[in-house]
């Protein structure tokens, strides 16, 4: 038994600036207490402030009997876990993308499930370069052929699947709507004609774009106008929606075949009954809080602007704002930086992200005051 490649391995991590440690904070809001600091929270995906917000979870509990609702399912769904909060959150799910929805423990369970389930010895799964770790762990435990094309450029994806197609059975190709690292986002559109001009399936991770884009908060699938012509469309509730667990919406077929053959859904407990009453409870709202998925834009843009003038790199078009940094050293002295003066911004660091492109990731909030902000964007033009 070999215990000194592991110590190695975590100095070798040290020494290049790439070591994670679990931080124990308390919430209040959008504050974080950490290290006796009080600080506006920049690293949470609490995009509609809803997580902090007493007000709703004061409404849930007036209209629900939460001592009625189980705190644990105690089984998996295909057992006795399928409760009844299961079955009116998926209709609901389905009324509003027009297609059969399916909830699962977490978007990690959907993506390292839907894919090898659907994807076989015979077919090939494009994905973009920078989709989240869950879709590459996805394709990894599949057994199709794997092939990430480079970061939206979709000329790049024709020219594969122009050479190649014609090799393979099923083809799917895999994306992110909102991407998590740099903000932008994925031209849905396009990829519908890509997808449709090579008889493939399009699968869409809406991670970061469930409930903070779109008219009604269905992401950027309901903003492009797309949502009939995607195949799977995955999304979570963990994120904007204050929750746990997600979702892939699809046609009838597909969920009858997930059903039967996902590994992550069939080897899972399932949800509480009272996360899932939770869940639904927050959906119906999306729609009403338009407002606040402008207001997040306006804000974003207000970030890029400020950091542009201070000689910052930036990327993207969302509520996700990232200040590249260059090496993993600037990136955590600048994070240090902004959390001595009360702002709560994290690096994000080689290997999540290539090299030399470390960067703070500013997620936004709606529920953060003007005067709070107005704060952030003085302080980079005053003292970054």
Request: net charge negative.
């Amino acid at each position: 038994m070999n215990r000194e490649r592991y110590g190695d391995k975590l100095g070798k991590i040290k020494e290049a600036g790439n070591y994670r440690e679990l931080r124990e904070m308390q919430l209040n809001g959008f504050l974080v207490h950490h290290d006796g600091r009080e600080m506006l929270n920049f690293s949470s995906n609490d995009y509609l402030g809803l997580a902090s917000n007493p007000a709703l979870r004061e409404e849930f509990r007036r209209e629900t009997d939460v001592l009625a609702l189980g705190y644990s399912a105690a089984s998996s769904r295909l057992l006795s876990g399928n409760h009844e909060y299961y079955t009116l959150l998926e209709r609901e799910l389905g009324e509003m993308y027009g297609k059969e929805a399916l909830v699962l423990a977490s978007g990690y369970h959907a993506n390292i499930g839907v894919l090898p389930a659907l994807a076989g010895k015979r077919d090939w799964i494009l994905s973009d370069k920078l989709v989240h770790a869950s879709i590459i762990d996805g394709m990894q435990l599949s057994e199709a052929e794997g092939t990430r094309f480079r970061h939206l450029d979709y000329e790049h994806l024709r020219e594969l699947l122009a050479r190649q197609r014609e090799m393979y059975e099923n083809v799917f190709i895999a994306t992110e709507s909102v991407f998590s690292m740099d903000g932008d986002v994925a031209d849905l559109q396009e990829l519908c004609d890509i997808k449709r001009e090579f008889d493939a399936f399009l699968y869409v991770d809406e991670a970061h774009a469930m409930g903070a884009r779109g008219t009604n908060g269905l992401g950027c699938c309901e903003e492009q106008g797309c949502a009939e012509d995607i195949d799977f469309i995955v999304g979570t509730f963990g994120k904007a929606l204050a929750s746990q667990g997600a979702f892939v919406a699809c046609d009838g077929l597909f969920k009858e075949f997930l059903v039967n053959t996902q590994r992550s859904l069939i080897f899972s407990t399932a949800l509480p009954p009272l996360n899932v009453a939770w869940t639904r409870f927050v959906l119906r709202r999306l729609p009403d809080l338009y407002a606040d998925r402008l207001r997040l834009a306006d804000v974003a843009g207000r970030l890029r602007e400020t950091l542009v003038k201070r000689g910052f790199e930036t990327r993207g078009a969302s509520h996700i704002v990232p200040c590249l940094c260059g090496s993993n050293e600037n990136s955590a002295y600048l994070s240090s930086q902004f959390r001595d003066n009360g702002f709560f911004v994290l690096p994000i660091r080689y290997p999540t992200v290539p090299k030399n492109e470390a960067r703070l990731r500013f997620s936004l909030n709606a529920a953060i005051p003007d005067e709070d902000y107005e704060c952030l964007f003085e302080f980079i033009e005053v003292s970054c």
